[in-house]
């Protein structure tokens, strides 16, 4: 049974998720950071959201960790260089808050443009104050959209219903996308230059901390104003409220701060500054689906298997087609470290023909390079770590994809310099198949428990190694023979019901005319 601790509260329904996957889940709100080193020792998964820290000291002292979940977008509280170095996945919940980030988005350029919460405000006051209150029409005017991601889109979708027109900064856009979706796009000054509004939709980094302060301002439109539902920091507070006073920015809507919680700030002093205490996510809908996604994505990782929203691996979520190699990948890489790192080698080579060659492999090469730490070194091996123990090891792994199929629809192959397994997948239920071991052409399906012997190519050699499995009363499952009429060799494939004892790989050694025994279990590999 795994330990999740949760430092802050998500939706019920993901921790009644999280128990119902048999896990022992912990809830402690509000933990100073040195109770929280005390309390996360011994945890599994750590979840929290915007309020918690977890730093290197804290994900040190969390020697049991395997992953760490934020339940929301935003990783600026999570040391994930930290937290990768030392093998525990990092994962977020990217698409919980994207509606509602930017439907209040909306909400604050309305009521920045019509100065809702001011009239709002003077009137409960005992003041009619039409005139003081007058606002702009969003019509017209022209949006600087900076960030043109997931909220960023919704946010230029919406405001194009309002007739605005839209101008968009994003290295990482293709201008058909932009023009798709009706966003021109233009540098970072440009847009400065031509807005009317702008608003923030990129995450914090130390190459975005300040990217509206001084020298944003002071290129903008006169008049301009700023939205931020982002990030705290990405707006220079300071410089943002002596552009307000000086009226070169003729007003804010700000639902971030630099240091949160915020609750005195020279901004709230001035009248045409809108300000809400970090409500982008703040609705039932995206608690709900926050706290689902992030428990979904701990349990994965708790169970080994790969989960689509970790932030500190090079993989991308995977095609439905692919998604069943991905386990295909691991088994075949622990199959091949069973063989030994000498005969493997110091390369490792991921194959993949057909239909699947057509798709992103680097997920693969993850589960296959998994599989192959696992089998070969002494550590528990992870989609965070494997790359770096094999590296470890003297192994450099590859990937390589062709399209043209070979024998069957699709093919996954590992190559060493001295042994190679390839398998695919058959049937409506994706039976996983080994198809070749080095050469030899064989059909078996691939089970937990398997013995691959040589032989020399003659008869009696498959009542000979029969007679002593049965012996040492172990049930065949099934068995395959391949051949290689070349070298004059055959190979057996056995799937057998348990683990083979040494004894057995002994007997099996000293028979004669076996020339090598390779055994393959879940949690053990040896060579004879």
Known sequence: MSRVLITEMIAQAGIDRLKAAGHQVEVRCG?????????????????IRSATNVTDEVLAAGNSLVVVGRA?????????????KRGVLVVNAPRSNVLSAAEHTMALILAQARNVPQASEALRAGRWERSAWTGVELHGKTLGVIGLGRIGGLVAERARAFGMQLVGYDPYVSDEWARERGVELVSLDELASRSDIVTIHVARTPETVGLVGNDFLAKAKDGIRIVNVARGGIVDEQALFEAITQAKVAGAAL??????????????ELPNVVATPHLGASTHEAQYKAGMTIAEQVTLALAGDFAPFAVNIDAVDVADVMRPYVSLAEQVGAMVGAFGPDTLGAKAEIALEGEIGRFDNRLILLAASKGLAASLGDEPASYVNAMTLLADLGIEVSATSVVAPRDYVNRLEIR????????????????????????????????????????????????????????NRINIRSMDV?????????????????????????QLRQCDGVLSVTVLDTSTSAQA
Do not use: W, Y
Not at 35 to 40: C, I, N, P, S
Not at 255 to 268: A, K
Not at 445 to 454: A, H, T
């Open 72 to 84: 929301g977008i935003g990783l600026d509280n999570v040391d994930v260089v930290s937290a990768t």
């Open 416 to 471: 060493g310099s001295g042994c190679s397994v390839a398998a695919t997948l058959v049937g409506l239920r994706d039976e996983a198949r080994i198809v070749d071991i080095d050469g030899h052409s064989v059909d078996i399906p691939l089970s937990e428990n398997m013995l691959v012997v040589r032989n020399d190519d003659r008869p009696g050699m498959i009542g000979s190694v029969g007679t002593l499995i049965g012996a």
């Open 31 to 47: 933990l100073a950071e040195s109770e929280l080193v005390e309390a996360v020792d011994g945890a599994h998964g750590l979840i």
């Open 255 to 268: 639902d971030v701060f630099d240091s949160e919680p915020c609750v005195e700030s020279p901004l709230f």
């Open 482 to 506: 391949g051949r290689d009429k070349v070298v004059g060799s055959a190979m057996m494939v056995m799937a057998i019901d348990r683990q083979a004892p040494d004894e057995l790989v002994d």
